[in-house]
């Protein structure tokens, strides 16, 4: 059974940061391609970033957070990570942790397995 938490979420003014983890069981990390989904009020779900498995982990970033935001693992805490930096308004919605043994499935959208979801709140 699968089983991902995502946690670190909260309130920040603009420009501020934080970090989003989510720990992850019933899988072995290090075979997973692993991404953030954020889903803003009213609008649907869109990939923030993913990281890939083999190949030096390649990443992949939505054009919007290029620059502000990382995606990181660590395989041995079994750990995904997202630090966000320069928050804007429109950053704000839940944010999931989700994960697929196929990359091209996290990629497309469709992972086999999301969190719960942790809540980002960024105000002026």
């Known amino acids: 059974q699968v089983h991902l938490v995502e946690s670190g979420g909260g309130s920040v003014q603009t420009g501020g940061s934080l970090r989003l983890s989510c720990a992850a069981s019933?899988?072995?990390?290090?075979?997973?391609?692993m991404g953030w989904f954020r889903q803003p009020p009213g609008s649907q779900r869109e990939r923030v970033a993913a990281?890939?498995?083999?190949?030096?982990?390649?990443?992949y970033y939505a054009d919007s957070v290029k620059g502000r935001f990382t995606i990181s693992r660590d395989n041995a805490k079994n750990t995904l990570s997202l630090q966000m930096n320069s928050l804007r308004s429109d950053d704000t919605a839940m944010y999931y942790c989700?994960?697929?043994?196929?990359?091209?499935?996290?990629?497309?959208?469709?992972?086999?397995?999301w969190g719960r979801g942790t809540q980002v709140t960024v105000s002026s």
């Open positions: 989700a994960v697929d043994r196929l990359c091209t499935q996290l990629l497309n959208g469709r992972p086999s397995w």
């Open positions: 019933g899988i072995t990390y290090s075979m997973y391609c």
């Open positions: 990281l890939m498995i083999g190949g030096g982990g390649a990443t």
